[in-house]
C-alpha cells in the first residue's frame, strides 16, 4: 500500500513536468496550427538562461525565471515576425522544415556560447533536497513542479475560455476571414499566442531542469516526447494535454519501477493503444 | 669545365629526385565524434593526439605523420566501416585510431585485416573488440577493468549488501557482470539488479526500489550525459544519501567537465577510474599544460584526452619499429609488452590481449581550491581487462 501511494506520487510528479513543458506546444499545434518543432529549442533557451542567471548573475531563483520567461519571448518574438508569420497556414512539411532548421541554429548557438556541457540551474535551499512526507523521502523540487503545474492549467484555462483575448484567439484560428471581418487584429492575436506557447515552454524549460538536464541537445532529445503528449492528449485541449501528461508519466513510472529492463516499452505502448482508440487525443476536437 | 658543370646538374638532380622518397607522409586516420552530442570526446581525441605531436614532434625517423580526421557523431556501424574503408583506400592511410562506441569499432575491425591496417582503439570499452583481429590493440580501458576495482571499493566502504543498477545496454551489461561476480565472490550480496532505459532522465521510481530492497550501498553505472546528472541529483532528493546510503560508481558519473554541474551535491561519490585530471605526477602536469597548448582547458579534459596522447605514442613506436613501412606484424610486435609512463600512471600493452593494463584509483569527490576534483585515495595497480581472463 505504502509502496503504491509513493509511487502515484512519482508519477504525479513527472507527469507534471511533462505536462508544464508540453502545454506550450499544445496551444502552437493545437490553436495555431503549427508543427513548432523548435518549442523544445525555446524551453532549452529559457534554461539557460535561468542557468546564466542564478550562477553567473546570483540572482534568486524567482527573477531567475522572470528573465528566463521574457528573455525567451524576446527572442522569439522577432522570429515570430520575420519567419513564423510566412507559415501559418501553410502546408505541415514546410512548417517541420523550418522549425527544425531553427532547432539546429538554436544548438549551435548554444553549443558556441556555453559549451556541450550540461548547465544545472541553482535552487533556492527551499526547493532543493529531500522533503520527509512522512510515508516517504521526496524531492521538495518535485512537490514545486506539482504546484507549478497546477497553476498553469488553471491559468491558461481561465484566458482560454474565459477572457476576451481567449474567445478572440480561438475565432482566429477557427475562421481567419471572419475574424478579421469582424475587426479582430488576427495577426497581433497570434503574436500574443505565439509568445504566450514560447514563455510557457521556457518556464517548463526551467522547472523541469531537475530532471530534463539544460544542454545543447535538449531541443532534440526530448522533442519526441513533447510531441507525443501532445498527441496523446490532443493538440490545443488544456484538459487533453494534463491528462496525457498523467498517464503517460503513471505508466512510465510504475513500469520503470516493477519492470525497468522493458525501458519504454510501455510508455510507447500506451501512446499506440491511445492513439488507435482515440485517433485525434483524448480530448483532441475534430477540425 | 662544361662536363664537370654536366655532373654538378646531374648529381642535384638526383637528389631533388631521391629526397622526397625518404622525407615521405605516413598518414593515420582518427575515427570519432568531432562534433554532436559526443563532440567533448572527439575534440578530447584531436587534443590528445596534436598535445604528443607538440612533445614527441611531427616526424619519426625522418617519415612526418599526418593524422586524417572523419567525423562520426553518433552510433553509426555502417558509416564507421564506410568511412575506414575511404581512409585505407582513399586517403592510404597505414594506421586507423578512435572509436568511442563499441559497435563503430567492431565495425571498423572487420575492414582492417584486408587492408593490413594497424587500429589504436582509443575508447570503446567492450571487451571483445581486440579479439576481433591481431591488429587491434587499445589505449583506454574496459568495463570489466574498471568495475572488478569498484567491488572491491565497495567491500572496503564496508558494503555488505548492494543494489546494482546499470544503463541497459553492451557496457551496463559488463559492469553489471563484473560488480556482482567479483562483489559476491568477496563475500557481498547483491540484493538486487536494475537494469535502467539508457535514455531515461527520471529516477525516481529506481530511487524508491533500491530504498525497498533496504541495501546499504548502490553500485551505478551510466554513460556520462544527462542521465548521469539526474541520476545524482534522485539519489540524494530522494533522501538515500541521508539515510546513509552509499554511491558507488564507475569514473564515468564523476568527470571533471561534470562535476561542477553536481556541485556540492556531487560531495563524497566513490568512483573508480583509469585517470582524474587531479592525479599528482609530473607527466600529467606537463600533459595537461600541453592539452592547455593545443587549446583544450584543464575544465574540459576527459579520458579520451590520455587514451588519444598514450594511443599517438602506440602509432609513433608502430612507425619507428617498422620504419615507415606497411609491416602490420613487426608493428603489432613492436607494441606487445611496451611499457611507460603515462600521465595517468604507468601502463603496458599486455603481450596476449593487446588491451592497455594501467593503474585503476579509487577516487572521492572533493572540493579544492574552489574547484571540484576526483581525488585519488587508493590505486589498485597494474589491472590487466578481467572480461578477457573469463
Known sequence: MQAAVSILFDALAYGMVLFVISIGLSV????????NLAHGAFAMVGGYLASWATLSLGLPYGVAILIAVAGTVMLAVPLEMGLYRRIYGASELTQVLMTIGITFAVIGAANWAFGPGLKTIALPPLFSGPVD????????????????????????????????????????V?????AAALGIRTPAIYATAFALSVALGALGGVIGAEILPVEPYYGLRYMVTFLVVVSVGGAGSIGGALLAALLLGFVDTVSKYLVPEYGEFFFYAAVIAVVWAFPRGLLGRPH | MKLLRLAALAATLAGLVAAPAVADTIKVGVIGPLS???????????????????????????????????????????????????LIVKERVQYLAGAYFTPDALAIATVIDQGKTPFVVMNAATSSITQKSPLVSRSSFTM???TVPAAKAAIEEGAKRMVVAVSDYGPGLDAEAAFRKTFEAEGGTVTDSIRMPVRTTDFGPIMQRVKDT???????????????????????????????????????????????????AGLGIISTYGYA??????????????????????KEVVMTAVAAYDGARLLYRMIEATDGKQDPAKAMDAIKGYAWESPRGPVSIDPKTRHIRQNIYKRVVEKRDGAYINREIKAYPDQPDFGLMQ
Open chain 1, 28 to 35: 502552437t499545434m493545437g490553436l495555431m496550427r503549427v508543427v
Open chain 1, 133 to 172: 512526507l512522512g510515508f516517504r523521502t521526496l524531492p521538495a523540487h518535485r512537490l514545486v513542479v506539482i504546484a507549478t503545474g497546477a497553476a498553469v492549467a488553471l491559468a491558461l484555462w481561465v484566458v482560454l475560455e474565459r477572457t476576451d483575448f481567449g474567445i478572440r484567439l480561438r475565432a482566429a
Open chain 1, 174 to 178: 477557427d475562421n481567419p476571414g471572419m
Open chain 2, 36 to 86: 554532436g552530442p559526443f563532440g567533448i570526446f572527439g575534440k578530447n581525441f584531436k587534443a590528445g593526439i596534436d598535445a604528443y605531436q607538440a612533445k614527441a614532434g611531427k616526424t619519426v625517423k625522418g617519415h612526418t605523420v599526418e593524422f586524417v580526421y572523419r567525423d562520426l557523431e553518433a552510433i553509426d556501424p555502417a558509416k564507421a566501416k564506410a568511412l575506414a574503408q575511404e
Open chain 2, 144 to 146: 570489466w577493468q574498471i
Open chain 2, 214 to 264: 533496504k541495501a546499504d550501498a548502490v553500485f551505478a553505472f551510466l554513460p556520462s550525459g544527462p542521465p548521469t546528472l539526474a541520476f545524482v541529483k534522485a539519489f540524494i532528493d530522494n533522501g538515500l544519501k541521508a539515510a546513509g546510503i552509499k554511491l558507488i560508481t564507475t569514473g564515468d558519473l564523476t568527470m571533471e567537465p561534470d562535476l561542477p554541474a553536481l556541485g556540492e
Open chain 2, 277 to 298: 585530471t587531479s592525479h599528482d605526477s609530473p607527466e600529467n602536469k606537463a600533459f595537461l599544460a600541453d592539452l592547455a597548448k593545443v587549446g583544450l582547458p584543464e
